[in-house]
């Protein structure tokens, strides 16, 4: 059974930092790319950072030069560092795991139950 269980997330002032972790459990974490999402209210879930299952990492431009996504196989756990936090950073933050298919239509995710980041003086 695969879980994906978040944590780390909290309320810090403006230019602070966060470390948010994912506890991967089943045996996914080596196949799966892993990726944090985030959705503020009113708005649609974005994604902030990805790590492949190679190692390959990307960023949205909203984060990028201000947050590293990280794994660590002996722990079997992402994280997100992120520095220099603003108040739009202020979202709930998932971890997902996502493989394609063999389709193009056909692809396999699994999701954490999120972690709220508030941002705020």
């Known amino acids: 059974q695969v879980q994906l269980v978040e944590s780390g997330g909290g309320l810090v002032q403006p230019g602070g930092s966060l470390r948010l972790s994912c506890a991967v459990s089943g045996n996914i974490f080596r196949l799966y790319d892993m990726n944090w999402y985030r959705q503020a209210p009113g708005k649609q879930r974005e994604l902030v950072a990805r790590i492949t299952s190679s190692g390959n990492m990307d960023y949205s431009d909203s984060v990028k030069g201000r947050c590293t996504i990280s794994r660590d196989f002996a722990k079997i756990t992402v994280s997100l560092q992120m520095n220099s936090l603003k108040p739009e950073d202020t979202a709930v933050y998932y971890c997902?795991?996502?493989?394609?298919?063999?389709?193009?239509?056909?692809?396999?995710?699994?999701w954490g139950q999120g972690t709220q980041v508030t941002v705020s003086s």
């Open positions: 997902n795991a996502h493989r394609q298919g063999p389709q193009p239509d056909l692809s396999y995710d699994f």
